[in-house]
């Protein structure tokens, strides 16, 4: 079992939808969750970065951090074209020079 | 300013041949990472270079990887005797005080 689970996809929403991407994960030493953001034949992008528990927004994403339940969300709000887009979860146990740990991945598409 | 830099950004070889794949971190940045993209897989760490020394090679699956870093800057990440299962995408990712780990846009591998 991998240590960081997502639902690879595909996911299909109408431009407007609220999305939601979640990842679990088995390991509770990781501290630090991260969202990136990947454009086809383009590195991972750094969209947003949560410690521990809790919700931060920024602009139209939310990230969200349940360690209890080990699990971790992204929403995005009034999805555009231009978030059309992989989208990779990662986790790191301490905020220094340290390997991100991946999910899978989400190929979402927003349909205009 | 610039970002990280890889090269070359596409490669086709033959089973049984040598690669070597470039990465240009950002200036200044001291720490360097190497990751592998394959399909449904997800981004795999590689290995961690903290300056020229490489702290952490856990992620090199065989023996037929290995990769230096000089004055803390240029890496090459070199696979001998490439094998099909090699094909891939290699990320390389750069970070700096605040550790996060800025992407290249990758080198897409494919051994024939």
């Known amino acids: 079992q991998k240590e960081v689970e997502q639902d690879p996809g595909p996911l299909s929403v109408p431009e407007g939808a609220i999305v939601s991407l979640n990842c679990t994960y088995s390991n509770s030493a990781f501290q630090y969750f991260m969202w990136y953001r990947q454009y086809s034949r383009k590195g991972p992008e750094l969209l947003m970065y949560?410690?521990?528990?809790g919700n931060k927004e920024d602009g139209r994403f939310t990230a969200q951090v349940d360690k209890s339940s080990k699990y971790i969300s992204l929403f995005i709000r009034d999805s555009q074209p231009s978030d059309s887009a992989t989208y990779l979860c990662?986790?790191?146990?301490?905020?220094?020079?340290?390997?991100?740990?991946f999910g899978t991945g989400t190929r979402l598409t927003i349909i205009p | 300013g610039a970002g990280v830099s890889q090269s070359p950004s596409n490669k086709v070889t033959e089973k049984g041949k040598d690669v070597e794949l470039r990465c240009d971190p950002i200036s200044g940045h001291t720490a360097l990472y190497w990751y592998r993209q394959s399909l449904g897989q997800g981004l795999e760490f590689l290995i961690y270079?903290?300056?020229?020394?490489?702290?952490?090679k856990s992620g090199l699956p065989s023996d037929r990887f290995s990769a230096e870093r000089t004055g803390g800057s240029v890496s090459t990440l070199t696979i001998q005797r490439t094998q099909q299962e090699d094909s891939a995408v290699y990320l390389c990712?750069?970070?700096?005080?605040?550790?996060?780990?800025?992407f290249g846009p990758g080198t897409r591998l494919t051994v024939l």
């Open positions: 990712a750069s970070s700096g005080d605040y550790n996060e780990q800025f």
């Open positions: 270079f903290q300056g020229n020394s490489a702290p952490d």
């Open positions: 990662a986790m790191i146990k301490n905020f220094g020079n340290e390997k991100l740990t």
């Open positions: 949560t410690y521990s528990s």
